[in-house]
């Protein structure tokens, strides 16, 4: 694993009294989704104003891919390039009129030609699922869709790095979810996410990483588990335990439950209760199946065809695309988050379950489904639904549908 | 929602035709009535305005008519005074009062029609430039014309930030009337000092965070061209030559017509 940021005894004082940060030395992985948690005032907002030279550290040093920062402009254009920040309050970050000149606002910045602007910006606002919002002025925008623009006029300069400040507070629960689905999505295609939140049921099951920080230091870092782990550390930073693992330690407590370490989400949960009354419980339940569709290749009509064959009790559609495919076929979604583990803990109960997903999410859904398996020792069948090469279908279609390679009916992954 | 003139410029029946065509419209109707020597063609453009407004661009009349009483009660006030005070021609109307006698003469009224109607056919115009264009698209036009650059992106911004500064006076306010403060008149004066002076200082405070905002995104000076506004169709222009020829023609033809 490479290193692509790293902070080297960082420290910073605003003003001259205060200090926000004290001595922070940590070194963050590329592709790791990351959470910094802490009371307020910890310096969250601080440290990630360091990793993209907003700030300048009163001593100590940022190291971007191995190279220490420097802090004159063309140094600071390209880490500023190549390592994103989203505000916490979206006001302060879309001060543009209109949507689409708030997102081409770096592109043309960074002195691209008109049409690179317009494709970037165009792409950015399609990956973020508002393509068409271009005229809006952003006070005629909700909550969740001001977060968005503010993502994609990140997303619009091609980082490596994107940086977080809380970004589902003032979110309504679906809208956060379906953010913090769509920060799955970019990490999935190799980005690196850092954010920081004081939800820790959030931290806990989102991050890779978490790094526990309290009055300006790095009190704890981590997995989830081993941070979330030490109560005494986490009341100390005046946060309170993840509901799953606070009720994994009383069951534990009670001899209700044996386990080494706490479960990081509910399937996990699931699965250690459900191994612990398997030996009063003998019959083993007749596992579903999960389908998962690729909806890059197929149109519209393609889609529901296909659809049409599955027989699944639930569908869940994961990623900014395969949602607005599953509105627009009026599909009705059951999940529209944490898809992955609601379709396994469905198939467990013996559901046939169906995720509408695109591009590398389809692989990485069957890896994901496939390591579950291998952990759990449940054969869970998944099924990958491609394109159907079927004879009605005119052949205007099928033109279009051949430049998109796709012989496959059905490729049975299990 | 609705209840800024901005948000209706966004939802019109007109939102997408040529800005430039809609402000040519608009300025040359005002142009018109400040012009005209009677009031028959200001009162012609401030019906077929109000027309447009209400039947094209489908803003809904009653909304139309309450934002028209704002310059309708204006323009009455100086009217009566004009009336008044100008003199010459033939008295018209005359009482007494306290000894002193007050009238209106010939030319004195035909003034006040003249303003009122002046009045009322600019406003009209102006409504459905404010209407029917959002101010993004008046910027552009503004850059087309040449403004310089700096003055267009100084704009543009401080427009943005007018929505943020609303809620935030608006959301103060709450915050102190929930709290009496604007029980009796000192009290009142007191909170909206208050509410000055915080809206000043947060207002300074955003300044800053938006420079913070715009140096992350690698600020270089540039805030961007325009997204290419709708062209006009021929037959747009058409209308609008029809309209503004036909307009100028009363405006002639009229120049001799007096009311009284």
New interface residues.
């Given amino acids: 694993m490479t290193i692509i940021l790293e902070t080297r005894s960082l420290s910073y004082s605003y003003g001259d009294e205060t200090a926000a940060l004290k001595d922070v030395s940590i070194s963050l992985q590329e592709g790791k989704k990351v959470a910094l948690v802490g009371p307020n005032g910890a310096g969250k907002s601080t440290l990630m104003?360091m990793f993209?030279g907003?700030l300048r550290p009163s001593s100590g040093e940022v190291l971007f891919h191995g190279r220490t920062l420097r802090y004159d402009s063309a140094s600071l254009?390209e880490v500023?390039?190549k390592v994103?920040?989203v505000?916490q309050n979206s006001?302060?970050?879309?001060?543009?009129?209109?949507v689409?000149?708030d997102v081409?606002?770096?592109p043309?910045?960074?002195?691209f030609p008109?049409d690179k602007v317009k494709k970037y910006a165009g792409y950015a606002l399609q990956y973020v699922g508002l393509s068409g919002y271009?005229?809006?002025?952003?006070?005629?925008l909700s909550g969740g869709e001001k977060k968005r623009v503010s993502i994609a006029?990140?997303l619009a300069?091609e980082p490596e790095v994107l940086i977080l400040d809380e970004p589902t507070s003032n979110l309504d629960p679906a809208s956060s979810e379906e953010i913090m689905d769509m920060l799955d999505e970019l990490n999935c295609g190799g980005k690196t996410m850092i954010i920081s939140t004081h939800d820790v049921d959030l931290a806990y099951r989102w991050a890779d990483e978490v790094i526990l920080m309290e009055d300006g230091g790095v009190l704890h870092r981590g997995t989830g588990q081993e941070v979330f782990g030490d109560a005494e550390l986490i009341k100390r930073a005046r946060l309170k335990l993840p509901i799953v693992v606070d009720l994994y330690k009383e069951l534990v407590g009670r001899g209700l439950l044996n386990g080494s370490k706490p479960p990081r989400n509910v399937l996990e949960f699931t699965d250690l209760l459900v191994s612990g009354n398997r030996g009063t419980t003998s019959q083993e339940v007749l596992l579903g199946k999960i389908y998962i569709c690729n909806v890059d290749g197929p149109d519209l009509e393609g889609i529901k065809g296909i659809l049409e064959k599955v027989h699944a009790s639930y569908t869940g559609a994961m990623g900014t695309n395969a949602k607005i495919m599953a509105e627009q076929a009026r599909i009705p979604l059951d999940f529209t988050y944490g898809v992955i583990d609601k379709c396994i803990l469905k198939a467990l109960t013996g559901k046939n379950s169906l995720i509408m997903t695109s591009g590398g999410m389809v692989d990485h859904s069957v890896k994901r489904i496939r390591v579950y398996c291998e952990e759990s020792g449940a054969n869970i069948e998944v099924i990958k639904l491609a394109q159907p090469a079927e004879s009605s279908m005119n052949s205007d279609m099928q033109k279009v549908l051949s430049q998109k390679e796709s012989t496959t009916l059905i490729e049975v992954a299990q | 929602m609705h209840d800024l003139l901005d948000d209706y410029a966004h939802s019109n029946a007109l939102r997408d035709t040529s800005p430039r065509l809609k402000l040519l419209l608009g300025l040359g109707a005002i142009l018109l009535c400040v012009s005209s020597a009677t009031p028959i063609a200001p009162l012609f453009i401030a019906f077929t305005m109000s027309l447009i407004t209400v039947r094209l661009a489908k803003i809904p009349g009653r909304f139309y008519s309450t934002l028209l009483l704002i310059p309708f009660s204006f323009s009455l006030l100086s009217a009566v005074v004009v009336a008044f005070m100008h003199g010459g021609g033939d008295q018209l109307f005359a009482f007494n009062i306290f000894g002193i006698s007050l009238g209106i003469r010939e030319e004195g009224a035909n003034l006040a029609l003249l303003l009122i109607a002046r009045t009322f056919g600019g406003m009209c115009s102006l409504f459905f430039i404010a209407l029917t264009t959002p101010m993004i698209e008046i910027f552009s036009v503004l850059k087309f014309l040449g403004l310089p650059v700096f003055l267009v992106e100084l704009s543009m911004l401080m427009y943005r930030y007018i929505f943020v500064f609303v809620d935030q006076a608006a959301m103060i306010h709450n915050a102190q009337v929930m709290r009496l403060g604007d029980a009796g008149v000192k009290n009142s004066l007191n909170s909206f000092a208050m509410l000055c002076s915080v809206l000043f200082l947060r207002s300074w405070e955003q300044g800053e965070r938006l420079i913070v905002a715009m140096d992350a995104r690698c600020y270089d000076g540039k805030l961007d061209l325009m997204e290419q506004a709708e062209r006009a169709k021929p037959r747009a222009i058409l209308a609008v030559a029809v309209y503004l020829v036909a307009a100028t023609a009363i405006a002639v033809l009229t120049r001799g017509v007096l009311l009284l």
């Fill in positions: 104003l993209n907003i254009r500023r390039r994103g920040m505000f006001d302060d970050q879309l001060f543009a009129p209109t689409y000149q081409a606002f770096g043309v910045n960074l002195g008109e271009e005229r809006r002025p952003p006070h005629h006029g990140i300069m």
